[in-house]
């Protein structure tokens, strides 16, 4: 049955094509062939046209008489579409077709987005060869958002994104745990599928959530009302940055107040052993495996005739973000994997004699600090004489206990905004069956402020694409250090602000994968497995499909007991078991901000907790980075990490 229009609106909807103009009517980018429009609900189409411009909208052979509104915005809906026939979308003016979209299948949307182990490739997976072979499905559809990033909201996909039917070209190269996850609905549903892989590896929540969004949290807005300044006046936004970055140093109590840019010659300073390269492989102990900031700082002379010159200075490589001072001014910062730095110099900043630089270097994972070459480190001034700077660095490593001061807003995937500006905001106004968020390890330095951060996602998400939209969220796998120590929960924070969010709405699912990580591989290839836990938990999610085990074993309550804390479980499928040993590993009673570990038994489908006479406020368990966990139940599924108040 051919469908007929139902609606016909201009401007009423703030979709993706907010802004955009165009000579002839035009379909958002987010419509093209091959594509799949969710099934069970209006088919909403729209895009852009001159402002007022009369035009036909069909689908199938149903059409539908568009004015574009005064903004050049249109949009139309007509009615639901049934799975079955391809569908064909056209734009016709004065009779004549000026675009058309064709073999459209109406079926099931999903949008996967977050960091590298979402975007992580079918080619890299274990197996892949086979995996990537057998990857040919015609009613599988995939669309791979090209990474781009915008300071303003997009109406237009990034160069070269489009939709193409699933086959082993197109897949290779497509996000292993979003095909996976697809499939296996499409095969167990008996439904085409169309998923939207839109991911950065390295990137931070924040810079996917949109702009609108976070600058009504109050934790956040500052950080917005400086991404809005640098679109106008990015000189006066860096240097506010500077203050503020400044600020937060001297008020971080592990720094002391200490003010390392005033004054850089006090202080204990270590020569640099040999050329600047990564600072683990200067020698120094407390370096080999220092994740966090290094000073670095040099010092040079000029005559006067130099110092009244303008010019450039280069320092090299840095990986992954610099803030950098001459003379005690800020004068640049960038983040940047291993990128060359080069920041202008204020008229008057330089000195007859003797001048100086200095270099807070962060980083965050696997190299880190500032690398040359060394033909890249120097003062370039204005007459074309150069200052060379290769030799004579000196460093100080920071404290571990000090914090890292913010990133700039406008510090692509570590910033705000930028990604959902370029990358989802292009989706806006097309509706999904539901999406997969696997991201976190880019913030797990500040796990408390991510639950809100998550939630902002979410609602985010639901505004552009659906009330109640289902998110299933993968909860970080065991990645890094073995947990020697209680009280140290490391990534454990974020794990916990991802299973209260979880806990805190029904159409959020928590994929637990805790046991599916690799302590020496934050890139662990078995991708297949992460799907099959997304999958149970989509199930129940979008599918309304009876499982109250999709996402393991779930603590319930904690009640302490004489010399022991009961922790009931729901959540189970075959009942509770240990893997490796009788007892259960992993479990910290805390009273305050002291924790101990304390041995745990089975009880039926509880867990006790022998934690001996002393009150105790919580129990947590399976904390650290790379935890041993043993608790699961018998269908296989572990009970994640969580931490629960006891009554």
Not at 355 to 378: F, I
Not at 594 to 608: E, K, Q, S, T
Not at 630 to 638: E, R, S
Request: aromatic share 8%.
């Amino acid at each position: 049955m051919k469908p007929k229009c139902i609606l016909i609106a201009g401007a009423a909807l703030g979709l993706a094509v907010a802004g955009a103009q165009a000579d002839t009517p035009r379909l958002a980018d987010v419509f093209g062939d091959h594509m799949v429009l969710q099934r069970d609900v209006p088919a909403r189409l729209f895009g852009t046209a001159d402002p007022g411009a009369a035009f036909i909208v069909s689908l199938d052979g149903a059409d539908s008489p568009v004015r574009a509104g005064h903004d050049g915005r249109w949009w139309v809906e007509f009615p639901a579409l049934a799975m079955g026939e391809a569908h064909e979308i056209s734009l016709s003016v004065d009779g004549e077709i000026v675009q058309s979209v064709e073999d459209v299948l109406a079926g099931d949307v999903f949008l996967c987005s977050g960091q590298s182990n979402m975007e992580y490739p079918m080619a890299r997976v274990t197996y892949a060869e086979r995996e990537v072979a057998g990857a040919g499905h015609p009613h599988l559809r995939l669309l791979h958002v090209n990474r781009s990033l915008s300071l303003t909201p997009e109406s237009r996909l990034p160069e070269g994104s489009a939709w193409a039917v699933a086959t082993p070209d197109t897949a290779a190269g497509f996000s292993a745990v979003c095909y996976y996850t697809g499939r296996a609905l499409a095969e167990t549903h008996d439904v085409p599928v169309g998923l939207i892989a839109s991911s950065w590896g390295g990137s931070r929540i924040e810079s996917w959530i949109d702009g609108k969004v976070t600058g009504g949290a109050g934790d956040h807005a500052g950080q917005i009302a400086l991404l809005d300044l640098y679109r106008n006046d990015p000189a006066a936004a860096a240097d506010a940055y500077a203050e503020g970055w400044q600020a937060s140093w001297r008020a971080d109590p592990a720094g002391a107040g200490a003010a390392v840019w005033e004054a850089p010659e006090a202080g204990d300073w270590t020569p640099v052993p040999g050329p600047l390269r990564d600072w683990r492989q200067w020698g120094d102990p407390a370096l080999t495996d220092h994740l966090g900031m290094v000073w670095h700082k040099i010092g040079f002379d000029l005559t006067e005739t130099q110092a009244r010159q303008g010019a450039r200075l280069h320092i090299g490589a840095v990986d992954d973000t610099d803030m950098t001072w001459l003379n005690g001014t800020a004068i640049g910062t960038t983040f940047d994997w291993g990128g060359l730095r080069v920041y202008d110099v204020p008229a008057g900043l330089l000195r007859p004699g003797r001048n100086s630089v200095l270099v807070n270097a962060h980083n965050d994972y696997g190299e880190g600090g500032m690398k040359g070459p060394d033909t890249e480190l120097r003062l370039e001034l204005a007459d074309g004489g150069q200052v060379s700077l290769a030799e004579g660095w000196m460093y100080r490593k920071v404290p571990a206990a000090m914090s890292s001061p913010k990133p700039a807003p406008w510090f692509t995937i570590k910033g705000y905004t930028m990604l959902h500006n370029a990358m989802i905001a292009p989706l806006d106004g097309l509706r999904l069956k539901g999406a997969v968020w696997y991201q976190g390890e880019s913030n797990a330095g500040d796990g408390v402020a991510y639950e809100s951060l998550l939630r902002l996602l979410v609602e985010d998400w639901r505004a552009k694409f659906g009330d109640g939209l289902p998110v299933a969220v993968v909860q970080l796998p065991r990645y890094g250090a073995l947990p020697v120590a209680a009280g140290e929960p490391g990534w454990g924070v974020i794990r916990e602000s991802m299973r209260r969010v979880a806990a805190g709405d029904p159409q959020i699912g928590l994929a637990v994968t805790i046991d599916r990580g690799d302590p020496a591989d934050i890139h662990p290839p078995n991708k297949k497995a992460v799907a099959e836990r997304v999958i149970r938990v989509m199930r129940v999610l979008a599918y309304d499909a009876p499982d109250a085990a999709a996402s393991g074993p779930v603590a319930r309550q904690a009640v302490q007991n004489g010399d022991a804390v009961r922790i009931q479980f729901d959540g189970l499928e075959e009942g509770l078991e240990t893997v490796s040993a009788a007892m259960v590993m992993g479990l910290e009673a805390c009273t305050g901000e002291i924790c101990r570990f304390v041995p745990g038994r089975l009880d039926a489908d509880a867990v006790i907790a022998e934690t001996g006479p002393a009150p105790v406020d919580q129990i947590r368990y399976c904390q650290g980075d790379a935890p041993l966990c043993n608790l699961f139940d018998g269908n296989g599924l572990p009970a994640g990490p969580f931490w629960i108040p006891v009554d």
